[in-house]
């Protein structure tokens, strides 16, 4: 079965820290894939993302510094580690991959990406 499953949302302080997961199926894991986020009445942003063999990385300038993206291949699991959290990164977090011919390079937008886990929601108080 294709698909992405998030955990390790949850609640956290000013400065704390969250690590997501992402199990991913075995079709996916070998593709590029990112996270997303998405605060209420906002658009889903960009948040950061790897290429298929999670060589190369970008992110977004807010959370450089702070996120760190990864992949574990053996455990077929996408990873975004979050350090200093603040409350403006409070949002549903949504991890994504881009399945297809073209496996090169990495993806900032999300019409780049074409599977989509069903999210998990990260709060921060101040």
């Known amino acids: 079965q294709v698909q992405l499953v998030e955990s390790g949302g949850g609640f956290a302080q000013t400065g704390g820290s969250l690590r997501l997961s992402c199990a991913a199926s075995?079709?996916?894991?070998?593709?590029?894939m990112g996270w997303f986020r998405q605060a209420p009445g906002k658009q889903r942003d960009f948040v950061a993302a790897?290429?298929?063999?999670?060589?190369?990385?970008d992110y977004t300038d807010s959370v450089k510094g702070r996120f760190t993206i990864s992949k574990d291949y053996a455990k077929k699991l996408l990873y975004l580690q979050m350090n200093n959290l603040k409350p403006e990164d409070t949002a549903v977090y949504y991890c994504?991959?881009?399945?297809?011919?073209?496996?090169?390079?990495?993806?900032?937008?999300?019409?780049?990406?074409?599977?989509w886990g069903q999210g998990t929601q990260v709060t921060v108080s101040s």
């Open positions: 994504t991959a881009r399945y297809g011919e073209q496996r090169l390079g990495k993806y900032l937008t999300s019409y780049d990406y074409n599977f």
């Open positions: 075995d079709m996916l894991i070998a593709y590029p």
């Open positions: 790897t290429t298929w063999d999670g060589g190369d990385t």
